[in-house]
């Protein structure tokens, strides 16, 4: 492999055997956060990084993470933002221990990295895992930055990030008042209340995309369904002055649930 200046370090000790799946999983996401971390603070810089696993023993496994950090950066600029990854995947790490202050990972993609990284760990009875930065040079190996984490605060990670994942996941409402819908797709036939209809509607201000329709209250579907069976007027030329409940998963518009109908006006051609 050669000597290269600038290293991220992971290491495994464990007691028992590792399932290989996580195993893959422990220094992949290291290698995935490492390349959102490049992409946030030195877009210029290419976001890659190649891993080797270079010493495998009985409960130990060793892999390093070669960067591919542009070759124009200086040997300090790549050591310093090894070194800055390290401190700041630690502070994360922290965090969702409760014990940084620092920005927790916060989308489902970001979460889900850090449940593969302490997953090999928090399976087994008394693990650990350590994460360096390494500079190496005449064949001396110069630790910048070092962070490890043992069985006990995996398994704490790895709850709170299912817990997190889930609370994303669950879907919620959110309720707006008096706002126009239209549809772009409908179905003369009942649908039962809170169940999805079929149709498709559009509210601008909510979302630009066609969304489900739900019934909220047997009103509103009488209402709307009168419209669409008895109506002069085809449907799609009319608009619909409602309440809804958005239904949301993961802070967006999955459906719209209609409660009460106000008002039915003909649109502009």
Known sequence: MGEQPAHLILTLDTKSPIELGDFVKSFT???VEYERY???VAPDQTAEAQMFVGQVTAGSIIAELIPAIAPFAGELDKALLIA???????????????????KAPSTKSELQTFHDAVQAIANDPAG???LEAAVFKDGKKDIVAAFKFDT???????????KRINQIEQPGTAEHQRVLMVFTRSDINNADLG?????RVRIEELSAKPLALM?????AEERIKHEIREADENVFKKGFVVDVLVKLRGGEPIAYS???????IDLPD
């Open 38 to 40: 490049v992409r946030e």
């Open 258 to 264: 209609v409660t009460n109908v106000h008002d039915v």
């Open 84 to 102: 800055e990854f390290v401190k700041k995947y630690r502070d994360r790490f922290a965090a969702l221990l409760g014990i940084s202050a620092s």
């Open 152 to 162: 006990s605060e995996a398994k704490k990670v790895r709850d709170e990030v299912d």
């Open 29 to 31: 996401s290291i290698a």
């Open 128 to 130: 650990s895992a350590k």
């Open 195 to 199: 169940k999805k209809s079929g149709e």
């Open 215 to 219: 019934y909220g209250s047997e009103l």
